[in-house]
């Protein structure tokens, strides 16, 4: 209150008796310090990463290889990309990539997350196990599932044969490679997932469940009235993330197929990587990485706004 | 009406039953390459390539791992791993314990703008700035340098975000109490708050320690020199070069996961309490 009204009155700067002095440094210190404790974090993020964002927009206008001056070319580079084939098929991966591995993730978890939210003998221990594979990094994980879809000594081939099916070439044919990584990529976000949702199914009162059972709701319709619209801010989170974790997968997939067989699994970072550390193309490859972003950008706020409407009309 | 009731608890437990029968079988699947990795690492080598290994291997050859670490700089690769991850966990968690305490319990001009930089930056995948952030990593002299890997990272979208999340839970009186008190803006942070934040502290470590050990595009092109190899990217070249020793690779790949196992069955629960607090409310 005090300190309010000393602030209140700027012609009375200098306080007068020591105790108001004394309120009066408080308040201002106060004021200051909030800007103290967030400095050092907001600095690396403008070197880090603001200022490489403004700068992608700067490179990718320009013809660099690193060693010589850069040179301002315009939207040559947008224009090169849009006839590029392959940066078509990369972004063609990428979202075929995305489509199979997003809603499957967040159903698996959503089921995992309601079976195991009941009561079950050693329900602690299988939620470990399924969430066990998020810690493990993905270069692991890509060296593990390279070695499990194998051709020739691979394990999957192994049971294959043993019931009788022919193997299949997984990691060597192209249809079978994206396959292979969508797998490998479930292995990792169904525990997510899952976590995420079982998170969220907790924090659902049970009185819910209790007036509806007392109305005669069928366990379909208590799923389909109480759980899944409460469920809705995990699930829009969950979206939000694995689209943009997708969009950005580079570790697993760099590891396990290096994009190939030939192109068919090159997704836009791996092709950003290739022309800018490869090729050292640094023009071309900020001007994908410009265009990503966009995309990441604008899938996010079409989600935001659907997430929106969604919540209005309810 | 009597009938129900009765009938009930017997379809729940049979229901039960099925639902956890299914569960059984997909955690085994869920776990089953984890443990091929380790049944693949201790076999003996020629039984990699029969095409017909069985499940459990036909004998265990503990020595493959000792192999492996005398062949490979398994050991300097882990160095490098823990030094980058425990200065990166010192860092970051500092920073962002002060940055989600302003965020949390100070208000101030610009917070939200501020905030929104935050959220945003939590938007910007890496890879999409991987060729400007690499060039400034190049400009500041920090290529080939411990330093280009761990300062990039070292403010954290998330864990500024979980920290705000439990500090505004912290009671204002108690801050107002110490500033009359006469206490410093730091001494009130490192004497009340922090005491008072051991659970997200506890979170943030796990979580950094995690990200940092796992990292890979940033490192791949900052550090040049194999001499300042992570695990990550040393199992990367193994995978590339040795694609024939199997026994090896995964040796390999066992030992750089021991860590993440080791404090995944200590800090079960922070895992799973960290992911929750990540945003959902």
């Known amino acids: 209150m005090a300190v309010v009204e000393t602030l209140g009155r700027p012609a009375q700067s200098r306080p007068e008796t020591p105790a108001a002095q004394r309120r009066w440094w408080v308040a201002a210190r106060t004021k200051l310090t909030p800007y103290m404790f967030i400095a050092p974090n907001m600095a690396l993020f ?56 997003v809603p499957t993730s967040l159903a698996i978890g959503l089921v995992l997350a309601l079976a195991l939210n009941r009561d079950l003998i050693a329900r602690t221990f299988l939620r470990s196990l399924y969430f066990l594979p998020v810690v ?9 599932a390279a070695w499990l879809f194998n051709d020739n000594y691979g394990v999957v081939n192994m049971l294959l044969r043993r019931v009788g099916l022919e193997p299949v070439a997984w990691l060597s044919s192209p249809r079978w490679a994206l396959f292979s990584l969508v797998i490998a990529t479930l292995w990792v976000r169904v525990g997510f997932c899952m976590v995420v949702y079982l998170a969220a199914l907790q924090s659902i009162s049970p009185t819910y469940y209790d007036a509806a059972e007392v109305d005669g709701a069928t366990r379909f319709q208590q799923f389909r009235h109480i759980t899944w619209p409460l469920l ?13 974790y ?15 067989p030939g192109f068919s ?6 092709y950003i990587y290739q ?19 966009l995309l990441i950008l604008g899938f996010t706020l079409l989600q935001w706004s659907v997430n929106r409407r969604v919540e209005d009309v309810a | 009406m009597a009938q129900v009731r009765s009938e009930r608890p017997w379809r729940r437990r049979a229901e039960d039953a099925a639902i956890w029968l299914l569960l059984a079988a997909g955690a085994a699947i869920m776990f089953f390459p984890v443990y091929w990795m380790f049944a693949t690492a201790v076999r003996p080598k020629d039984e990699v390539f029969s095409g017909s290994a069985g499940m459990i291997p036909s004998s265990f050859v503990w020595s493959n791992f000792g192999e492996a670490i005398n062949k490979m ?13 425990v200065i990166a966990v010192v860092i970051t968690v500092t920073l962002n314990l002060l940055c989600g305490y302003a965020f949390a319990k100070f208000r101030f001009a610009g917070r939200n703008v501020l905030f929104l930089g935050v959220l945003s930056a939590l938007m910007i995948p890496i890879q999409v700035i991987i060729v400007p952030l690499f060039l400034v990593i190049s400009e500041l002299g920090l290529l080939s340098n411990y330093w280009g890997v761990i300062l990039p990272r070292a403010a954290e979208a998330f864990g500024i975000f979980m920290v705000r999340q439990f500090m505004v839970s912290i009671p204002d009186d108690l801050l107002e109490a110490a500033r009359i008190d006469g206490a410093s803006e730091l001494s009130i942070f490192f004497k009340v708050v922090v005491p008072l934040s051991k659970p997200i502290i506890a979170v943030l470590v796990i979580f950094t320690f995690m990200w ?13 020199n194999q001499d300042m190899y992570t695990v990550q990217l040393g199992l990367n070249i193994l995978r590339g070069q040795y694609n024939t020793e199997w026994t090896m690779i995964m040796a390999i790949a066992l030992l750089s996961l021991a860590p993440m196992l080791v404090i995944f069955t200590f800090f079960q629960r922070y895992f799973v309490q960290g992911i929750a607090s990540t945003g959902l409310k």
């Open chain 1, 136 to 144: 493990i990094s993905s270069v692991a994980t890509a060296v593990i």
């Open chain 1, 46 to 101: 403008s070197v880090f990463v603001f200022f490489p964002l403004l700068y992608a927009f700067y490179v990718s206008l320009r013809e660099w290889s690193l060693i010589d001056t850069p040179r301002y070319v315009g939207l040559e580079n947008y224009e090169r990309l849009f006839s590029d084939p392959q940066f078509w098929q990369s972004l063609r991966n990428t979202l075929v990539y995305s489509f199979a591995t």
């Open chain 1, 232 to 244: 809705r801010p995990a699930t829009f989170l969950l979206l939000i993330l694995s689209v943009i």
């Open chain 1, 265 to 270: 699994t090159t997704m836009v970072v791996q």
């Open chain 1, 275 to 293: 022309a800018a550390f490869v090729s050292s193309e640094m023009g071309y490859a900020s001007a994908m990485g410009v265009v990503l972003f």
């Open chain 1, 246 to 260: 997708s969009f950005q997968v580079f570790d697993l997939i760099y590891v396990m197929t290096g994009g190939g």
């Open chain 2, 212 to 224: 940092r050990w796992n990292d890979f595009a940033l490192p791949l092109v900052v550090l040049m």
């Open chain 2, 73 to 85: 700089p398994f050991v300097n690769w882990t160095v490098n791993s823990l030094v980058i991850a």
